[in-house]
């Protein structure tokens, strides 16, 4: 907790008491108006019968009340004071906190009549607090709090920042070369931890592993979760399990240890296999990649091997497809923010105008490509800011000839 930003403890009603010994209910009235008299600052006494606590007798309630008409001294001066007494006052227990204390004192009197009330332990009056006072230090309770509101939430912020940054930081290069294979990927947060992620690991012989996930929210319970997949990814992969089928399980395990079931991902894992040309992949729920296919300049939606999200379930089981990947041909692979990214009306950007993109950008620069659907986006939405995270990858065969950025 950042320093000087411990919470602040809420004064008790006796921290506002006056102490006061009290007045027999035999002391005359005008014995009482001298000692109100002597004190200025006195805003009322208690009566107090031996130990027995009567009630108050209030500056206010006996000038203004009692001895407001005329010949009122004459007729009050010589009898006792527990004539005027003020029988069964709102009294407040000593260890109420002062914001119960004026939610009391609010409910007695909701014009807040009075101006001090007497503060009592079990019996015992303790003496007569003044509602200007507790009124005082509720002020200065929320001043306290609201500093200590302020330090926390630049603590939080700073920590949140640092959470971005070293999501940021495990994200690879947004563009990189394996042999024949170029992968170009970006990811936008809508806060700043994100729920999205995307990973391309080379492997030894020659296949690039490509794995993007999308956590069902975002924020840092979503990027906690993203962090656990994304290191269960890399022990995985180091210790030999290199398949997706076998990824998305593996990864599955991680994702339940970390959530328990409060928050899905879904993932898709796919490796190209160079040598062969091929890709296969394994889906865990995951918006369906698109393929080009540079021989015939078919656009296509791979709707096969779609099994349920990590996290949802224990020994989750992800079957494999299998599809050619050959020159010129390339894999979209991108998160569910693309397709639900709205207007102000409510309508989606959808498969549709994503679809619609592609075609008119298959053979584009992938960098470009990015840049381009991202400003489509922007404009569509006409917010600064989206609603969920988006990330795009497009892994390219054999795209030498082609900027890259």
């Known amino acids: 907790m950042a320093e000087g930003s411990e919470l602040t403890e809420v004064p008790r009603v006796r921290e506002i008491t006056v102490a006061s010994a009290g007045i027999s209910p035999d002391t005359l009235v005008r014995d009482v108006v001298g000692i109100f ?21 209030s500056r206010k309630v006996l000038f203004f009340r009692h001895l407001g008409r005329p010949f009122s001294m004459e007729l009050f001066g010589k009898k006792p004071i527990r004539f005027l007494l003020e029988e069964r006052p709102l009294a407040l227990d000593a260890d109420l906190d002062v914001n119960s204390a004026l939610e009391r004192l609010l409910a007695a009197d909701p014009a807040l009549e009075i101006d001090s009330f007497p503060v009592m332990e079990g019996a015992r009056c303790l003496g007569i607090a003044s509602v200007a006072l507790l009124m005082m230090s509720i002020a200065r309770t929320q001043a306290d709090l609201l500093k200590t509101l302020n330090a926390l939430t630049a603590r939080i912020r700073e920590e949140v920042d640092k959470a971005s940054r070293i999501q940021q930081d495990l994200l690879p290069l947004q563009t990189a070369r394996f042999g024949d ?11 700043e931890i994100g729920g999205d992620f995307y990973d391309y690991v080379p492997l030894a012989d020659g296949t690039v592993c490509i794995v993007m996930g999308d956590v069902s929210g975002h924020g840092v319970q979503a990027g906690m979760v993203t962090t656990a997949a994304k290191a269960s990814l890399h022990t995985l992969i180091a210790a030999g399990v290199t398949t997706p089928s076998a990824l998305l399980s593996g990864m599955n395990n991680a994702v339940l240890a970390t959530a ?4 899905l991902m879904t993932c898709i894992a796919i490796n ?18 698109y393929r080009f296919r540079h021989s015939s300049g078919a656009l296509e939606l791979i709707e096969e091997a779609s099994g349920f999200p990590l996290g949802f379930e224990h020994d989750a089981f992800y079957p494999e497809w299998s599809t050619p990947f050959d020159t010129g041909d390339r894999l979209f692979v991108y998160t569910d923010g693309i397709i639900e990214a709205a207007d102000w009306t409510g309508s989606d950007f959808g498969y549709d105008r994503f679809e619609a993109f592609l075609r008119e950008h298959l053979e584009a620069p992938p960098g470009l490509l990015r840049r381009q659907l991202l400003a489509a986006i922007h404009r569509f939405t006409a917010v600064s800011t989206l609603d969920d995270d988006v990330t795009l990858l497009v892994a390219s065969f054999n795209n030498r000839t082609q900027e890259e950025s």
């Open 260 to 263: 328990r079931q409060r928050l």
């Open 272 to 289: 190209i296999d160079q040598q062969r040309r091929i890709a296969t992949m394994a889906n865990a729920g995951h918006t369906f990649p």
């Open 181 to 191: 294979i170029v992968i170009s990927a970006e990811m936008i947060t809508s806060t």
């Open 37 to 57: 008299r002597r004190d200025e600052t006195l805003l009322a006494l208690p009566i107090i019968d031996g130990e027995e606590f009567l009630g108050i007798i």
